[in-house]
């Protein structure tokens, strides 16, 4: 009887398994463009530090990455069963973070270009300097990270819960559990081995002559345009995922840009670019918005200390 007992548990066993097994890939496949933005944005994220820094900056996010997912998944387990009408709402918000970001780094490299060379002269100062304390001068890169990683993984969770919504709570919740581990390794052992992908060059050109030395020469001639295209594809993803909530919540601009897509790949590529409008169009609205708040409380506070 014990010994049924035990097969009959280790069969249901198998079959949840199975059952995750399979919509954790269902899932995985929903969520593979956020999945590319997520990389490209955390690559871009940790750029500009010192070498001998790079991996523990890394570390520390995907520690708060770690920490996000640990309460994005019983969060977002808890907001279906009980107030689903809430994910939108919560993800929209989300989406204009990111496009709000991404417009502020435009505004800044295009509006006030002479800002910008300043502060790369700053941080190229910064880093040349042997007595900073750059563990905490990376604390706020650090914290950037994470909270755009917030957002991203978010959406990945939500996007994940809307593939596997039909099935059972405890299959839900093993393979939300199984996609955040499996998107946290993914994403920052990729980013890992972006970073430090100089280096890898380097290694292989010192080991000496011939094929190793030539392809370590090319992976050092490729690693800076590599970290530039990834600095613009992590902007351009603030936009596309930004846009891409907005367009998916809103349902009368959901079908207005599926009305647009010719269907195929040229349709992605519409879709794709309809985001992107979507996602510039809030960007902009609500930098003006966060501006004109500024500059009004700006005025207050100097009238306030303006004497009479």
Known sequence: MAGASLLTLLDDIATI??????LTKAATKKTAGVLGDDLALNAQQVTGVRAERELPV???VAKGSLLNKAILVPAALAISLWIPWLITPLMMLGGAFLCFEGAEKLAHRFLHPKETAERKAQHAAHNADPTVDRVAAEKEKIRAAIRTDFILSAEIIVLSLGVISEAPLMQQSITLVAIALGITVFVYGLVAGIVKLDDFGLWL?????GVQSMVGG???????????????VGTAAMFLVGGGIFVHGIPALH??????????ALGGVVEMVANGVVGIVVGVGVLAVVE???????????????PA
């Open 17 to 22: 398994l199975d059952d995750v097994s399979i």
């Open 292 to 306: 004109g708040f500024n500059r009004v409380r700006k005025k207050r506070t100097e009238t306030d200390v303006t």
């Open 205 to 209: 050109c010192e080991r000496g002559e």
């Open 255 to 264: 079908a207005l840009v599926v009305g647009m897509s010719p269907g195929g």
């Open 58 to 60: 890394v570390w520390a």
């Open 218 to 232: 090319w992976i050092l001639t490729a690693a800076p345009w590599l970290m530039k295209t990834l600095t613009v």
